[in-house]
């Protein structure tokens, strides 16, 4: 059996002492019982909505776990009158607001991971940590870090993501969002995920398989820049909930998509390639 999960809320940082703080339920042992299906305990899902619409589970628990007795599991699925909805799980606190409280600056989110994404989609993990700026009342942005998957892999395997930082500071805050699709993404594609945690870079990182995506700059004012190998056919980006704020269409390999209309926050962009592949990063609006 896992270990049990606590959050340890700290206020001073000890240099000899670099994890303050856990990922909660990163084993996704701890489930809770929602009208008809299962959440895991301080995560959210869009259970509510997939199921009330009559398309299913897009977040369903899985046994055994890498390690442990349970895994989760997110499915993208198709939406009557929607379209493709993708599997999307969000880390919160244990008063259930998004993010939870997180003091120390570690290489790499790293975990266990399994998944059958379909061709031409990817699955998506991102990491923000943060600080409260008390004189902007707001979360500014000390570390972030992406990874995307595509392909089939029905044995675990590890992954490590590495976390890049562009402030000196501290954070207080961790945001982990998990989707099985880069953006609208296609029906069926399936990530399952056990084991997270913060801790060293192991040198596992992005599949080849996924098209080269550059997305500068990651802390965004007016512009965001876009450029990839290959032509692309629609960027999209997406808030932390999911949810369409913007979208562009192109036929060129590098593009500028303003971004000065957007609310300061954590957001997704999703890139669909004109072969039809896709891949996503993130970035933090100023």
């Not at 675990?156 to 207080?172: E, H, K, L, R």
Request: glycine share 10%; net charge negative.
């Amino acid at each position: 059996m896992k270990a049990p999960l606590h959050i340890l809320l700290a206020a001073t940082v000890f240099a000899t002492v670099p994890a303050m703080a856990q990922i909660p339920n990163a084993g996704f042992e701890n489930w809770i019982t929602v009208g008809s299906y299962q959440d895991p305990v301080q995560w959210t899902t869009i259970n509510q909505m997939t199921t009330s619409q009559g398309a299913g589970l897009s977040c369903e628990k899985g046994t055994p776990g890498a390690v442990g007795s349970s895994y989760v599991k997110l499915t993208s699925l198709a939406m009557a009158g929607v379209g493709v909805i993708p599997g999307q799980l969000t880390a919160v606190d244990a008063n259930g607001m998004t993010g939870f409280p997180y003091a120390a600056r570690p290489e790499a989110l790293n975990g266990m991971w399994k998944h059958a994404i379909q061709t031409g989609d990817a699955g998506f993990i991102t990491v923000t940590l943060s600080k409260f700026n008390t004189t902007s009342q707001s979360d500014e942005a000390v570390g972030v870090g992406s990874i995307s998957v595509a392909g089939t892999q029905a044995a675990w395997q590890a992954f490590s993501m590495s976390i890049i930082y562009v402030s000196p500071d501290v954070p207080d805050k961790a945001i982990i969002v998990i989707m099985s699709s880069a953006g609208a993404g296609i029906a069926g594609s399936t990530l399952s995920l056990d084991e997270l945690s913060f801790g060293n870079f192991t040198g596992i990182d992005e599949p080849n398989a996924l098209p080269e995506l550059t997305v500068r700059p990651t802390l965004a004012t007016d512009l965001l820049t876009v450029t990839t190998a290959i032509p692309m056919a629609e960027l999209t980006i997406l808030d932390l909930s999911g949810r369409t704020v913007k979208t562009m269409s192109t036929g060129q390999a590098q593009v500028e998509m303003h971004v000065s209309d957007l609310p300061v926050g954590r957001y997704l962009l999703g890139v669909r390639m004109a072969d039809g592949r896709r891949n996503m990063r993130s970035f933090m609006k100023q």
